[in-house]
């Protein structure tokens, strides 16, 4: 092993001007043979610098090597490596005419035992920062070139790379970038030149040359046959080449400003030495190293890249680098380490990256899976769930391996529950989720459940809390209200109020809403709670969405686990309306069991008509009931107008008031005072034509007052007094209504109320009537037939009173 050293002074023949070599001191040894019958170093050395090269790098037939360097001076040096002495750097050519080897009075030959920074490294001049900043500079040429570049070594026909600059500095970052990006096994093969003035006549893989050298670039057989020209300076070049994955990514390292550190020495990934995966978020090595790490092969293991390691990747740089690492999953090379890295990787994937991902993530399943038949077990295949795996993936997964197991369970249910544990974990694990056995287990447990009494019940609780499997106990708990009935929903309550009510309650998360309702409701109504009626009915709000009853089917369930068939305490209705709306328990056929807050009120309110109002609907209703709500509605609806006083609605509510007597005293108040109201502030003509004098001469009380109240109202009395002149039909229909009756069937409240209004509500009317207007109120009367005598006399009376 060997490297020496050879200068030269640049001699040229004053007649021809030719240039020739002289060697720096006569007879010196470095002129020996490389070989029988070839020319010495020196013939090797002016043939390069005959093409006009200013720094090369060279292989020799012997498989030595020669750096040739023209520098200022007229000199030239070269350094000449034996045939079995390794390169000292990954870079050290393109940087060694800057270094001190070169400078006058260095040392002729390093022999073995040289130290490395005696010869010019990486960092020396072209360090990973200055290439980062020449990448950036040409963007778009890197992955090109490189591509080209990695083709001199893959094609035994690649075809030499020439690259047109302004400057041979601007060759050399190339050359660096190369040597940089390269695995390092290959730099020492990578020839080249940065600068000649003969490409043609250049041996090296990558050639130099400036924009005016003499090089037909309009030629297509040059550009696209004989060389691949990368032309810096604007003019003619080879045509793109086809997409190569680790050219695109090595350039996207160079261009993101975290450049490939190739791994030392030669690659023996069985991927090859231009493996994708180390390009994507650092060499395996190097990040094992960082972390003190020791498991796995560091040539064999692959690192997984991060979500944002893969963030800029997209099309068919995407698709290569998923191929990467589902080739090296598939062969086995990924430590276990690694395996949970891509795992979560695939996991955290969307969109377009996941869908690439598919076929990484089936290799990550299936290598999990082999490794499970070789223990001889069955997988989990929920623990899969989140990986980009996609429809048809999942079911040829769980048609492989979810048959047998499901097979298996179902041969194992004709023995008792307990021994139903092991064949659902596998038959679970392999997500056996259509199959026949699964299903008749779900079924038969969901059975033993709402049988509390037996000891079956106790076996399958045991079974799940062995499983303790979420998703099976929350498809299992489902099945318990299929097919509802209310016995089902007393079945529940034994099962909460059973020893294996406790388990129930720890599952009230994953059951559904009826089993989580019927659990509370045994639990908050025996001890320490003690809850009854509306407060247990309040409680259980409490657990539905928005905290309130808002369909039929939840206010039956409500229903019937705090009320069951009984109705709720007289006192709790209005509550139980208010919460539930009058609507809805209609629409669960509730309305007579909560009628008793119609039938006997607190008070006789808005709230409590138009809960009549809503009842009235109720098909289920008793005619009782139903009459009672539609004398308080019409009697409401008669003082709003919203139903015209005529003869079928005074009709009506005599029809109803026999059909509903006796009412409670409440109500009974609270119908007559609107009747009355009704009747006071109706046209009197409407009164005496729908025969409302009916319900006067025989009215209660109640209904008394109010009609007086509002007649004898001081803005009424204004009212008549001021319009009664000029409408004599309603003068005289108020006279009709109130003159003095002393047939049977006219109770004395109603003649003392009538008289009453005569003399304060009409009296005060007559002193406003001139003789025209008594005229017009006469002649009404005579026409309905009335006693004209009757009412002059009463008018004679009034006046003497005055008077």
Not at 263 to 278: D, K, Q, V
Not at 341 to 356: F, S, V
Not at 413 to 438: N, Q, S
Not at 731 to 737: R, S, T, V
Request: aromatic share 6%; hydrophobic share 40%.
């Amino acid at each position: 092993m060997a490297i020496r050293r050879l200068s030269y002074r640049l001699g040229q023949e004053p007649d021809t001007g030719t240039r020739f070599l002289v060697p720096a001191a006569a007879g010196d040894p470095q002129e020996e043979q490389l070989a029988p019958g070839e020319g010495g170093l020196s013939d090797v050395v002016e043939r390069l610098i005959g093409t006009g090269s200013e720094l090369s790098y060279s292989l020799l037939p012997d498989g030595g090597r020669l750096l040739c360097a023209a520098l200022p001076g007229q000199r030239v040096e070269a350094l000449h490596l034996s045939a079995d002495t390794p390169g000292p750097g990954p870079v050290w050519p393109i940087d060694t005419w800057r270094s001190d080897t070169w400078e006058p009075g260095a040392e002729d030959t390093l022999g073995a035992g040289f130290v490395e920074s005696e010869l010019p490294v990486p960092e020396a001049h072209v360090d990973r920062e200055i290439l980062v900043e020449f990448a950036r500079s040409r963007a778009e040429r890197v992955a090109p070139f490189l591509t080209d570049v990695r083709r001199l070594f893959e094609d035994p026909a690649g075809r030499q790379i020439v690259l047109v600059e302004e400057d041979s500095e601007s060759v050399a970052r190339w050359v660096a970038l190369a040597c940089a990006s390269l695995p390092e096994a290959y730099v020492p093969e990578l020839t080249f030149t940065t600068w000649t003035t003969d490409p043609h006549g250049a041996p090296q893989q990558i050639i130099g040359i400036g924009p005016d050298v003499e090089f037909d670039r309009s030629d297509d057989a040059t550009v696209e046959y004989l060389y691949r020209v990368h032309d810096a300076t604007g003019g003619p070049e080879s045509p793109a080449a086809e997409f190569d994955a680790w050219a695109q990514l090595t350039a996207e390292r160079w261009l993101a400003g975290n450049p490939p550190r190739p791994e030392p020495g030669a690659a023996a990934a069985p991927e090859g030495p231009f493996a994708l995966i180390p390009l994507i978020s650092g060499t395996a090595t190097g990040r094992a190293h960082a972390k003190g790490e020791s498991e796995g092969d560091p040539r064999t293991a692959a690192p997984a890249p991060s979500g944002a390691d893969l963030a800029g990747l997209g099309g068919d740089s995407l698709r290569a680098v998923v191929e990467a690492f589902t080739q090296s999953v598939s062969r086995g090379e990924t430590d276990p380490r690694t395996l949970d890295e891509l795992d979560r990787l695939c996991r955290g994937l969307d969109g377009d990256h996941a869908l690439a991902a598919r076929p990484l993530a089936l290799a990550l399943v299936r290598r999990r899976l082999d490794a499970a038949r070789t223990r001889g077990t069955l997988p989990d295949l929920s623990a899969f769930e989140g990986l980009p795996l996609g429809q048809e993936a999942w079911r040829e997964l769980r048609e492989e391996y979810g048959a047998r197991a499901d097979d298996a369970l179902r041969a194992r249910l004709r023995d008792a529950i307990p021994a139903w544990t092991e064949p659902l974990r596998l038959a679970l694990a392999v997500g056996a989720d259509g199959g026949p056995g699964l299903a008749e287990a779900m079924d038969r447990l969901a059975s033993a459940l709402l049988h509390p009494e037996r000891r079956d019940c106790r076996h399958a609780v045991q079974v799940l809390t062995d499983l303790n499997h979420v998703a099976f106990t929350r498809r299992v708990l489902r099945l318990l209200i299929v097919d509802f009935t209310e016995r089902k929903l007393d079945r529940l309550r034994e099962l909460a109020n059973s020893p294996q009510g406790d388990w129930l309650w720890s599952h009230l998360d994953d059951a559904p809403l009826t089993v989580r309702l019927a659990a509370a409701a045994a639990r908050w109504s025996g001890p320490p709670d003690h809850l009854r009626g509306a407060q247990l009915f309040d409680r259980l709000t409490e657990l539905l969405p928005g905290n309130r009853v808002d369909n039929v089917k939840t206010l039956k369930l409500l229903w019937r686990l705090v009320w069951r068939n009984t109705p709720p305490d007289r006192a709790e209705q209005p509550w139980v309306a208010r919460t539930c709306t009058p609507r809805l328990i209609v629409e669960a056929g509730l309305g007579r069991r909560v009628m008793g807050w119609v039938r006997s009120p607190d008070r006789c309110d808005t709230e409590l008509v138009e809960f009549a109002r809503v009842m009235r609907s109720d098909g289920q209703l008793g005619a009782g009931d139903r009459d009672t709500a539609d004398l308080l509605v019409t009697a409401q609806d008669l003082v709003d107008g919203r139903l015209a006083l005529s003869k079928a609605s005074v009709g009506r509510v005599r029809e109803l008031n026999r059909k509903v007597l006796p009412l409670q005293e409440v109500l009974r108040q609270g119908v007559d005072e609107r009747l009355g109201r009704a009747l006071a502030g109706a046209n009197p003509r409407d009164v005496r034509e729908a025969h409302g004098l009916q319900i006067l001469v025989i009215a209660g009380p109640h209904l008394l007052r109010a009609y007086r109240a509002h007649l004898l109202d001081g803005r009424e009395c204004e009212r008549m007094e001021r319009e009664l002149p000029d409408k004599p039909h309603e003068l005289a229909a108020y006279y009709h209504i109130w003159r003095p009756r002393r047939r049977h069937g006219v109770t004395p409240e109603w003649r003392e109320v009538a008289a009453e209004l005569l003399d304060h509500a009409l009296a005060p009317v007559l002193a406003r009537l001139d003789d025209h207007h008594l005229g017009q109120v006469a002649t009404v009367l005579e026409r309905e037939g009335q006693d004209v005598q009757e009412w002059t006399a009463w008018r004679h009376r009034v006046a003497q009173k005055e008077g």
